[in-house]
């Protein structure tokens, strides 16, 4: 038992919490000199369903002194008194600096067909991977030079719309909040070439895509081998590559990733703007040749990431969206009304499957023409859904926007796609507006489910109102990831002085080095637990917030993926901008 905090720390503003998993009455702030330099009374918050444990709240918001603390309380057991402690954290204003540093080194870790060196990768270094052609799955006359990219997760596929997914949190991230980019180096081969590092990273991934591109504009779904490689190093996974078919899904992603790369990419290097804009569009001209669902399914023989979806609706939406803030044009301003209005999709989704929400951004954003009518629209979708964010927050007493069955594999890109929501709800000015709505707001008893998926409804006794801003729901859902959870886990490599350390990622594993490369987002807390690893360690009837394990052998619980990170990297570059320019 123990107080967990954000192990990072604190900026100066805001709020700052610590959580007690124990009922305890008062709290006290210690220095490095084991001096007290704040104390206060607790807050009992009661009983927290997902994490089963009696919360009690420590809230120091109004201590801004820059240092290093701990908070320090007490509790009774046994008719003895137990000092407890938190881990060291900061207060200050560059307290997620290196945070925001290692995050953006992932991408360069995970980057596939060149070799990494010492000189950018440190110790964690490996030679050039995976440079053959990739054969067409079912024909092999089909060979395709399709080398690059990121490695997608623990494995070492790459699927395009993962990475669609990951390249809109991070180029979003780029376009609304640029002072949290502006001057910062990741030390890759490309810094200080006078483009931004994220894009120079992003680019990586670009040219990839590029080459997942038949002539007729469709996009192949995937490239892996026919199974996982074995825990080895990425230069050692010798299996046959192949390319699988195209999928409308991808191509449709593929079509907006390219059309909003186009525009981020233009004051940099006008020719790469002009190349990924025809990409676009010669997609969006397969899709409307092809307006079914043309969905993926693993074909026999095959046992990589599906990434299946069972419909297209949001990702022609979104591509439509991409396309008219690309060009202006008319059809595409038509075509993102038809899907909006006669489609049913999650509207504000953030995620790989469903990515209504890129859409209605693409579209708020634009800098052509828009119909008032339909921001308006936009704008209800985006309040109510961080209405009902805002209640799940105040249910929780750790201040997690999280449903109990929303704890699933990847449950930490669900929190930190609320922190997102909460950006953008702060970024268009609706934060009066959501308040207003969370006040009235029930807690959502339906959620979007694929076909055959059984409702879960969640009903819990109303809370308390907090008196939180957007920025400080953001910051509640960072606290979560770094520390400030049911387990007191960092869920960052090598940040926070509780940090996982042994994610389900092949070369952290292999390349024999104890600490893991720093800035790998694990997939956290997963109540299905589908691997025999997670069965094990964790018994039935545990709590959701704490069915997690640091432990290499658990892929549903631990391991890493390129569009887990970019959340992160999207609601850390509110924040710092918010703390530049409250």
């Not at 953006?104 to 980057?111: G, P, S």
């Not at 859409?359 to 859904?385: H, N, P, T, W």
């Not at 009066?432 to 008893?445: E, I, N, S």
Request: hydrophobic share 35%.
């Amino acid at each position: 038992m123990s107080i967990f905090v954000n192990q990072l720390g604190y900026y100066r503003q805001g709020e700052k919490r610590a959580i007690m998993p124990f009922e305890t009455n008062q709290f006290w702030l210690v220095n490095e000199a084991g001096e007290t330099c704040y104390e206060g009374e607790t807050l009992l918050f009661g009983f927290d369903k997902s994490s089963g444990d009696m919360v009690t709240e420590a809230d120091f918001s109004e201590y801004t002194l820059p240092g290093r603390y701990r908070v320090k309380s007490v509790r009774n057991e046994d008719e003895q008194v137990i000092a407890e402690y938190s881990p060291w954290f900061e207060i200050g204003d560059k307290v997620y600096d290196k945070l925001a540093y290692d995050l953006m080194k992932a991408y360069y870790y995970l980057r596939c067909g060149c070799e990494l060196t010492e000189e950018f990768a440190g110790p964690y270094v490996h030679k050039a991977c995976h440079t053959e052609k990739a054969q067409l799955w079912g024909d092999e006359s089909v060979l395709v030079d399709a080398t690059g990219g990121w490695h997608d997760a623990g494995d070492y596929g790459r699927y395009v719309t993962a990475g669609a997914c990951a390249l809109s949190h991070l180029l979003y991230a780029f376009r609304m909040y640029p002072a949290a980019f502006e001057g910062r180096s990741y030390q890759i081969p490309e810094s200080g070439n006078g483009t931004p590092d994220i894009l120079n990273e992003c680019r990586y991934e670009l040219e990839w895509f590029l080459k997942m591109q038949r002539e007729d504009g469709g996009v192949y779904h995937k490239l892996t081998t026919a199974q996982h490689a074995p825990f080895v190093m990425p230069e050692e996974d010798k299996g046959q590559l192949y390319v699988f078919q195209v999928s409308s899904s991808a191509t449709a992603d593929f079509a907006a990733i390219c059309a909003m790369a186009s525009q981020s990419f233009r004051p940099y290097d006008e020719a790469f703007s002009e190349k990924l804009s025809k990409a676009a569009l010669k997609s969006y001209a397969w899709l409307g040749a092809h307006p079914e669902c043309i969905a993926f399914k693993n074909p026999e023989g095959n046992g990589t990431g599906e990434y299946g979806e069972w419909d297209d609706a949001s990702n022609r939406f979104w591509a439509a969206c991409e396309l008219y803030s690309l060009t202006g044009e008319k059809k595409y301003h038509e075509d993102l009304e038809n899907f909006y209005r006669e489609r049913n999709f999650p509207r504000t989704a953030l995620g790989y499957g469903e990515v209504g929400g890129f859409g209605m951004l693409a579209y708020l954003l634009s800098k052509q023409g828009k119909k008032i009518e339909l921001m308006g629209a936009f704008f209800r979708e985006i309040v109510q859904d961080a209405a009902q964010r805002v209640r799940i927050s105040e249910e929780c007493g750790y201040g997690v926007s999280m449903l109990d069955w929303e704890y699933t594999w990847g449950s930490n890109m669900n929190v930190m796609r609320q922190g997102m929501l909460f950006a953008i709800v702060d970024f268009f000015g609706l934060e009066d507006k959501v308040k207003a709505a969370a006040k009235t707001a029930g807690l959502p008893q339906k959620r979007w489910r694929r076909p055959g998926e059984v409702e879960e409804p969640y009903v819990q006794g109303m809370r308390e109102p907090r008196s939180w801003s957007m920025r400080d729901h953001a910051a509640a859902q960072l606290d979560y990831l770094m520390g400030c959870n049911a387990l007191g886990i960092s869920y960052v490599t090598g940040n926070g002085e509780n940090a996982y350390n042994y994610p389900h990622l092949r070369p952290a594993f292999a390349d024999g080095i104890e600490a893991c490369m720093p800035g790998m987002v694990s997939g956290g807390p997963n109540r299905h637990r589908q691997d025999e690893k997670a069965k094990e360690v964790i018994p039935d009837g545990t709590p959701a917030q704490k069915c997690f394990a640091d432990e290499v052998d658990s892929y549903s619980l631990n391991e890493i993926t390129i569009y887990w990170n970019s959340p992160a990297v999207f609601t850390l570059a509110f924040l710092m901008a918010k703390e530049m320019n409250p």
